[in-house]
């Protein structure tokens, strides 16, 4: 009989493994920890890093949402033992999860951080024809200039550093002035490990993957989906379906260099949890092409969220798991006030609590999470609209690109 899960989200894995200084979005990312509440079983257990208040657990159970045994804060010796289940493994999260009673079957540490590294993901590109055509990964200047020479200094370029996800430190320059502008980062960049400079893509639409490495070696629960992100990197969303024209017209090709990378990754001796990212980007000539595993996430993905949750509550639908900052919605005190903000709108679930407590502060979180889910793409991006358009602000910046279905 298999050991229940603890769950623990910790969103800064990323900056750890950059060894990046995260003193100031430590409070706001703490609050992501809620999300990993849709994977939860019945007998597990959720770590999380902020208080939540209790009718956040009776809400999300009226939705059809499996309420864990246990939510927790602190350390708790008290909790049976059970499996330890992080975003991503560093040494804060094993802590986490032993002082909860958790084992931790982990990677390497080095394996971890060399897999997560844009430079590993770079060299696979080179010899796997991935990626996107002319990227060079730079560990100094010298490195940059000559990446520079070989590129012909075309602009756009775009720079991403070696850690870090959501468009963390993706700087776009588009001529000498702003490069030079730019040096700062860039030494800062070199400072953390090097970063990847490549050619700026007209990109047409983000695609991801999500998968299992089991520690024999297998791969299991390959999933592809469409992920939505603004014109900096970060991410605001992910679509799957069971019908996408705009993801099936690459499927062969996702799956054929998703099991090359995740080959990969075995090889190198990683196991557990794992995404890849690409895009659909136009070239000059107007001609459609996959830029295929831009960036290896040895981690979690929220794809894996938003899968946990449609196959809880909506299997077989049409889903979309969608964040919103705080500047852009307001949310009301209560789940009885919320439940009339959707009125009529029974297709909406709100992951995230509409109040988290930080010390003795209940504040709105940071960014919101929605998911929708509907039986057609029309009436799931129609529902989006409707409940963005009663709980922003202001209005869109821009339209989502969808397909005709």
């Avoid at 099936?248 to 990212?277: C, M, N, Q």
């Avoid at 307001?330 to 959707?342: G, M, S, V």
């Amino acid at each position: 009989m298999s050991l229940p899960k603890t769950y623990y989200l910790d969103p800064l894995f990323d900056l750890f493994l950059g060894g990046y200084p995260f003193d100031k979005v430590r409070r706001s990312s703490s609050e992501m920890s809620v999300l990993f509440y849709a994977c939860c079983s019945k007998s597990d257990t959720l770590i999380l890093d902020c208080d939540v208040p209790e009718d956040y657990a009776f809400y999300l159970s009226d939705t059809g949402l499996c309420r864990p045994a246990n939510i927790i804060r602190k350390k708790s010796a008290d909790l049976p033992q059970s499996t330890g289940i992080p975003w991503g493994w560093s040494a804060h999260a094993a802590e986490r999860l032993r002082g909860c009673n958790a084992a931790c079957d982990m990677p390497d540490w080095e394996i971890v951080k060399k897999v997560n590294n844009r430079r590993f993901c770079n060299q696979l590109g080179i010899h796997h024809s991935f990626g996107v055509p002319g990227s060079f990964f730079c560990e100094s200047e010298t490195a940059l200039d000559k990446a520079r020479a070989k590129l012909n200094t075309t602009f756009p370029l775009v720079i991403k550093p070696a850690f870090g996800g959501s468009g963390f430190g993706m700087k776009v320059v588009h001529s000498e002035s702003e490069m030079y502008a730019q040096m700062t980062h860039i030494r800062n960049c070199i400072d953390h490990g090097g970063f990847v400079l490549e050619p700026w893509c007209k990109r047409v639409c983000d695609l991801s993957t999500n998968c299992i490495i089991k520690k024999d070696g297998s791969i299991d629960l390959v999933r592809h989906q469409r992920l939505f992100s603004n014109d900096f990197g970060a991410f605001f969303g992910i679509y799957c379906a069971p019908v996408d024209p705009a993801l099936d017209k690459w499927s062969d090709e996702l799956e054929r260099t998703a099991l090359i990378t995740a080959k990969e990754l075995v090889h190198e001796g990683y196991y557990g949890p794992a995404g890849f990212d690409h895009f659909v980007y136009t070239t000059v000539t107007g001609e459609e092409c996959l830029a295929p595993v831009i960036e290896i996430n040895g981690r979690h993905v929220m794809s894996h969220v938003a899968h946990a949750v449609r196959n809880q509550i909506a299997p077989g639908k049409y889903g979309f798991l969608r964040m919103i900052s705080k500047k852009r919605c307001t949310l009301p005190q209560t789940y009885a006030e919320w439940n009339r903000l959707i009125s009529g709108l029974n297709n909406v679930v709100l992951l995230t609590p509409l109040r988290i407590c930080h010390d003795r502060d209940w504040v709105q979180p940071s960014r919101t999470a929605l998911f929708i889910f509907a039986d057609s793409e029309s009436e799931l991006f129609e529902t989006d609209s409707t409940v963005r358009a009663r709980i922003e602000r202001f209005p869109a910046v821009g339209k989502l690109v969808i397909s005709n279905v």
